[in-house]
């Protein structure tokens, strides 16, 4: 599979609940990044954890990193109908090419 | 707050016509990108640019694209005879200096291209 594979491709919550995204990579990376695309629009940066931390917040957002699993998770919690959007995962692997690989994404929707 | 533009927002080409994306980055910043979109698909790489050379490209990149910092402003994407599968959403991005690899990168919009 590819590196940066989102799982699942789509979730459907209602507001208020929260919402769990998963990536899986499969290479060593400097730092894993999280991006926000709503429909038709470009992409959003929304957090970066660096390899040697385990886990970020920032507001609403918690972002996990496992890299003995090569997995992180991004948790949006309170979940508003303008979350939904599509998250991508974007790797910076340590080796071979530099630039950010991102993942198919998660479609999300948050019913009001 | 500064942000990175690109233009056209749509262009729609004829098969085998050349087309060249155009995008502003943010005016501090050093490294640029091209991605792409095939619709409700991934984004893929396709080139950065830094120091006024391309740094890396992926597979897609191939004679047919050609990118281009003509002034100290425009960074422009050239695809010189467009195929069918070139039809996509484009996205210019640019970062600013940081050490340790690619840290936050700012997109712009997206120039959607339609080859017929």
């Known amino acids: 599979s590819q590196q940066g594979e989102e799982d699942p491709q789509a979730l459907s919550i209602q507001e208020g609940e929260n919402a769990t995204m998963n990536c899986s990579y499969k290479?060593?990376?400097?730092?894993l990044q999280w991006y926000r695309q709503n429909s038709g629009r470009g992409l959003v940066h929304l957090i970066l954890?660096?390899?040697?931390?385990r886990e970020k917040h920032s507001g609403r957002l918690r972002v996990t990193l496992d890299t003995s699993k090569k997995s992180s998770s991004l948790l949006i919690t309170a979940s508003r109908a303008a979350d939904t959007a599509s998250y991508f995962c974007?790797?910076?692997?340590?080796?071979?090419?530099?630039?950010?690989?991102f993942g198919s994404g998660t479609r999300l929707q948050v019913q009001p | 707050e500064p942000e990175v533009t690109q233009t056209p927002s749509h262009q729609v080409t004829q098969m085998g016509q050349e087309v060249i994306l155009r995008c502003v980055p943010i005016s501090n910043h050093l490294y640029f990108y091209w991605y792409r979109q095939i619709l409700g698909q991934k984004v893929e790489f396709l080139v950065s640019f830094y120091n006024n050379e391309i740094s890396e490209k992926s597979e897609i990149f191939d004679d047919q694209f050609s990118v281009e910092r003509p002034d100290g402003s425009n960074f422009t994407l050239k695809i010189r005879s467009t195929k069918l599968e070139d039809s996509a959403m484009y996205f210019c991005?640019?970062?600013?200096?940081?050490?340790?690899?690619?840290?936050?990168?700012?997109f712009g919009e997206g120039s959607r291209l339609t080859v017929l």
């Open positions: 974007a790797t910076d692997k340590d080796t071979g090419r530099r630039a950010l690989t």
């Open positions: 954890i660096r390899s040697n931390e």
């Open positions: 290479t060593s990376i400097n730092n």
């Open positions: 991005a640019s970062r600013s200096r940081a050490s340790g690899g690619p840290g936050e990168l700012f």
